[in-house]
């Protein structure tokens, strides 16, 4: 299924879009990418949705992606006595300890030992989304000592959140390990990883998952900024999860943070999804705001692999209109000259390898010529990020054999997925992207096209060889002899 932008749409199935006729309706909408949420119903659930999903897919003749994100650990206070509820002042004092007792206005339990153990005097303590603010003052293995510095209603199980200190936290919960054996198993095509804090952490999802998904980290927390190249290098994608990052990093810090680490990830040839409150009206209005719309708008000019949608398309009211209004901005932007301008003046030149030679000078030769697309065979889906990152202005078109790497390549930046017969011959390589641009519309049999391979085939990273091919040739290949 053409989509005519190059940004990919990420949309999170929920209540409102479990259905198989709904997640139809979303894809054909613009959805690229579907995301199952495991903080969020059972594995019947996840099984059945991914199950949809797959129909559709065969349905349609379209590959489509599949993102499970896990949960991480959900660090919460205990329960509270009366009604649950109680107000702090500011400037009073509160504390946090291992005491299971029903909390009051003075203190309540925060059954994680290991917070404790990395809190020092002046660190902060974030609760519900940092509606409420606690500078600890005095703090031991087992109990903090706060003042309120921000004040509010704290109640049962609210979130907590602690920006200043990298958290002595397993990266996997219990759940998450069986949540991740769960979704591999079941055929997922990306793991996102929540609340990740250094390289580590990343390392140990990729030995559990043995190569059957690809891993996305998500950055939102301070510590995953400070760390984030070396996040970046052991990651297959990122996630630039704005909520949290919001939460514990003041907001007008979040901006700068999205567009760096944006660039980083276009550099290295990695996806990159920026997502959290995209369009979070729509979750009870038809209509977006303004600002939801600049929002989508300047992650799309920065040059987002995907932009994501999630309460919205999971629980709001207006789902298919949500993922409409996604591509709707999106084909618009693209269509701006300022968008092409501002895309190519922050491409990074890289020139380290052939591969990175040969899809620059693919991109040269579209941009100088008539060429109307660039078609790559890509078993691993390697050359076809490299094509990805430099941004070209005409069609990319990735032919694989592999349906895992068609269904992992939905997330990238402007690559049309085509599942393709193994080839052996560049002869047979160029008949197949003639045909698989012909066939999709994306060239007229007098146009022509650049494809590119590597010789032998099917080696991973071995991209070495660039062909300008008209695509009348299909007319004198398909009349020759095997």
């Known amino acids: 299924m053409r989509r005519h932008r190059n940004v990919k749409i990420v949309a999170t199935l929920g209540p409102a879009s479990s259905s198989k006729e709904m997640i139809r309706t979303l894809h054909e909408a613009g959805a690229d990418v579907f995301r199952l949420n495991m903080s969020h119903g059972g594995h019947e659930d996840v099984a059945a949705r991914h199950r ?51 909390g009051d206005a003075t203190r309540v339990q925060l059954p994680h030992k290991e917070i404790f153990e990395a809190l020092e005097p002046g660190s902060s303590l974030l609760v519900n989304d940092g509606k409420i603010r606690l500078r600890v003052q005095e703090c031991g293995p087992d109990f903090a000592n706060c ?14 959140n602690v920006p200043d200190v990298v958290l002595p936290l397993a990266a996997l919960s219990e759940k998450d390990r069986r949540d991740l054996e769960f979704v591999c198993e079941l055929g997922v095509d990306w793991l996102a990883l929540s609340f990740v804090q250094r390289a580590a952490d990343v390392e140990e999802a990729r030995a559990l998952a043995r190569g059957r998904a690809s891993i996305l980290s998500k950055i939102e927390k301070p510590a995953a900024v400070n760390d984030f190249d070396g996040i970046l290098a052991v990651s297959d994608g990122i996630m630039v999860a704005r909520g949290d990052l919001g939460v514990e990093l003041p907001v007008q810090n979040v901006p700068p943070i999205q567009k760096r680490l944006v660039r980083k990830c276009r550099a290295a040839a990695k996806p990159v999804i920026v997502a959290t409150q995209m369009l979070e009206s729509m979750i009870e209005s038809p209509v977006p705001t303004r600002a939801e ?10 040059g987002a692999d995907a932009i994501m949608l999630s309460a919205e398309s999971a629980a709001g009211q207006y789902p298919r209109e949500a993922v409409s209004t996604m591509d709707a901005v999106a084909r618009e932007v693209e269509s701006d000259p300022t968008y092409t301008q501002i895309i190519e003046a922050s491409r990074t030149v890289s020139r380290k390898t052939v591969a990175d030679g040969i899809v620059a000078a693919a991109r ?34 990735a032919l694989t054999s592999i349906e895992k790497t068609a ?60 062909r300008v091919a008209p695509c009348q040739e299909r007319l004198v290949y398909e009349g020759e002899p095997e």
């Open 52 to 102: 949809a999903i797959r129909e559709v897919e065969a349905e349609l003749g379209s590959p489509i992606g599949i993102l499970a994100d896990l949960q991480g650990p959900k660090l919460r206070v205990g329960v509270f006595g009366g009604e649950g509820a109680f107000d702090l002042q500011v400037g009073a004092p509160f504390r946090l300890d291992l005491d299971a007792a029903p």
């Open 147 to 160: 003042v309120v510095v921000v004040g509010g209603t704290i109640s049962n199980r609210k979130g907590v």
């Open 293 to 302: 719309v600049s929002d989508v708008a300047t992650a799309i000019y920065e």
């Open 364 to 397: 040269e030769i579209a941009e100088a010529t008539d060429v109307k697309a660039i078609a790559c065979f890509s078993e691993s889906g390697t050359t076809a990020l490299l094509v990805a990152r430099e941004r070209p202005r005409v069609p990319i078109i």
């Open 407 to 466: 269904r992992r390549l939905c997330l990238s930046w402007g690559i049309n997925c085509v599942i393709a017969d193994p080839v052996d011959r560049f002869k047979k390589a160029v008949l197949a992207a003639i045909h698989a641009a012909v066939g999709q519309g994306f060239a007229d049999p007098t146009d022509r096209i650049v494809v590119t391979a590597g010789v032998p085939f099917n080696t991973p990273g071995s991209t070495n060889i660039l």
